[in-house]
């Protein structure tokens, strides 16, 4: 290669790197920002990443609430921090609008422990409750998989070898192999935290781009769903090969998914009131449809008797759906029709899920026999709890992407679990 083609090159990277925040500025520049002193700050500081619209179209907050959402994103220094946070809280105060959380007071006692994220503005996505105790995280944004021991506070993490990988949902193999679904980059990845070793599994579809939650069956294939591309997938992680079937009707997003009794793979369609079931052997679909029309069921968790509960995340209720009676049964959530239930467990039938929408979030319990809500607020924020992992012992793992924040919930102790791994 000649010496000018080698410095044409080099040209062209800081071309791209200067035009990467101008892309982002397209989904709102700082012209649309309202003057005032703190404004330049903004313009220059916030639009690195994404653009003005995730401010402006924010549900808006307190000066301090401000300050909380950005510090997870960037470490600025604490005078240019504060004059941004001034800035934030007197333009973009909290809509009257937003949610208002809601806690039910109860007798029972949670505790909660946060870590933070290393590499700021990661957004951890999903948690994965290790057999060790330990919890892994996909760190989306950062192209990482982060890893905390509880027990020494010891945190680390893992950096993927391709940039815009987007690590989104994670689970375990039996080695204790970390397989996660790549959702920018369109792979699914097999990390060793041994040795910190990397493969990546490309889709044989270039239909198939943004697998989602992966999730072994019982004869150790891996499936997973993919939102936007209606599929689903079933791998075998020895040979690599994947199989993808497409949802019967358009725009179903395949989202959350969990084994059934008998070892099927089962899942919730967040872009319609449904819930589909695979065959484990011919990936046939077998579809349920939800009482309300209204209803996104955005995650799901499912009892040892096979009975199925979903975060209604549009309508703001938790829904029950008994695949061996059919009965349906749902219970408006604690803050309301706009609470947007998200991350859903179950722990020994006791029903845990997350208020994404209100801040700070709330992660509440429900309890199927008495029908009784509790809830406790996330002290670091919640700042969206996409996802959790139920441990052995009924400890729940969460992670809080809005606050790049990883958590441990000690549950009160009700006898033996099962999540929904
Ligand atoms: C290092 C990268 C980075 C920087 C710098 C950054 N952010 Fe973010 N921020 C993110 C990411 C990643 C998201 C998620 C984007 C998405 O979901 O599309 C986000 C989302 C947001 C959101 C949406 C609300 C939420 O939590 O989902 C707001 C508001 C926000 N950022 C405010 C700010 C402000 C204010 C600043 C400047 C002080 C800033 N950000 C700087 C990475 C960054």
Redesign the pocket.
Known sequence: MSKISLGMLAAAAIFMCTIAPAAGQRNGGAADLPDGPGKD??AQ??????G?N??T??WG?TKAG?RQ??D???K?PDDR?EI?ATY?GAHFPEKPDRPKTVVVPGDLKVNIKEWIAPT????PHDPYAAPDGTIYWAG??ADVIGHVDPKTNAIKEYPLPTKRTGPHGLTMDKEGNIWFAGNFGGIIGKLNPKTGEVKEFKMPDPAAKDPHTPLFDKKGMLWFTLQNSNMVGRMNPATGDIKLVTLPQARSQPYGMVMTSDGSPFICEFGANRLAKFDIDTMAITEYTLPNPESRPRRLTITADDVVYYADYSRGYLGMYNLKTKATKEWPSPSGPKSQPYGIVQVNGIIWYNESAIRPNTIVRFDPKTEKFQSWIIPGGG??VRNMSVFANGNIAMAE???NRVALVETPKTGNARGTK
């Open positions: 700050a903004v500081e916030c639009t690195k990443c994404h003005v995730n401010i179209n924010s907050d401000w959402t950005f997870s994103m960037v600025l921090a941004i934030l700021l503005g990661s957004r989306m944004w700042g969206v992407s809005g606050v």
